[in-house]
């Protein structure tokens, strides 16, 4: 086989990213994806409402970190998972990348969404407010905003591979907006404390917190995962419909 010859040949990747392909190996994955996510949930749970302590100033409301933690996590991770399907879509144009981009926003829209309401129901004990305009809140309402104005470009388009193109430039410009998050407490005077977790340091936290803490961020990514399966398939489900109903349209039209 020639260089030339090697290079046009798909690779595994490639492969299975084919949206036919993916249709058949996804279909596969789901249901185990479903009940190892409801497994893990289930451990975290019983970890955070019954394994962990109560901390010593906030009491039993620390226990909503549980659940804000993993959606502000999430909340980032996958608008990142977005950029990297806008440079599928642009760079690479992979066949799957809009696909990708598209079913993720509305996850990220509510992870995001979550994270400020949790942080909310923590911040007014904790802080004495429910909302304060510092840089990590204000920027990840920010980003919110963002997840919402993408959902919307998406459905200003009927052709959808001009959307994906367009929502691809939108969504790196929007990815600015993430270190802003992340070093927002670095930056500014903000309520919230510095990074406690994932610190050179190695993690601040006792292990009876950081324990529920982890599983609790395992399982929210699960199902994570297992929201953008089925919302990827949903897509390419609904784009082939939508194709063969012009085709008919078309050929009742020849035929006519």
Do not use: C
């Amino acid at each position: 086989m020639t260089a030339a010859a090697a290079a046009r040949k798909p690779n595994w990747f490639s492969r299975l990213a084919h949206p036919g392909r993916f249709l058949a190996w996804s279909r596969l994955v789901v249901l185990p994806l479903a009940v190892l996510t409801v497994i893990v949930f289930a451990i975290g749970l019983w970890f955070a409402f019954f394994n962990s302590p109560e901390d010593y100033q906030m009491g039993d409301m620390v226990r909503v970190m549980y659940i804000h933690v993993p959606n502000a996590w999430l909340s980032q991770f996958v608008y990142a998972t977005m950029t990297a399907s806008a440079l599928g879509t642009l760079v690479w144009r992979h066949p799957l990348a809009d696909v990708a981009g598209k079913a993720a926003a509305p996850l990220g829209a509510a992870f995001t969404a979550l994270a400020l309401y949790t942080g909310a129901l923590w911040g007014r004990p904790t802080w004495g407010t429910f909302w304060e305009w510092d840089g990590r809140m204000t920027s990840t309402l920010v980003l919110l905003l963002i997840y919402l104005g993408i959902i919307a470009l998406w459905r200003a388009f009927d052709d959808q591979l001009r959307a994906g193109r367009v929502v691809a430039i939108v969504t790196l410009v929007g990815a600015l907006n993430l270190p802003v998050i992340k070093f927002s407490v670095d930056w500014w005077n903000t309520l919230h404390q510095p990074a406690s977790v994932f610190t050179a340091e190695g993690p601040k936290m006792a292990p009876s917190i950081l324990t529920p803490l982890m599983v609790m961020m395992a399982a929210f990514t699960l199902l994570f995962a297992t929201l953008h399966i089925v919302g990827m398939r949903t897509e390419i489900l609904r784009r082939r419909a939508e194709t063969m109903a012009r085709q008919a349209a078309l050929a009742a039209g020849d035929a006519g």
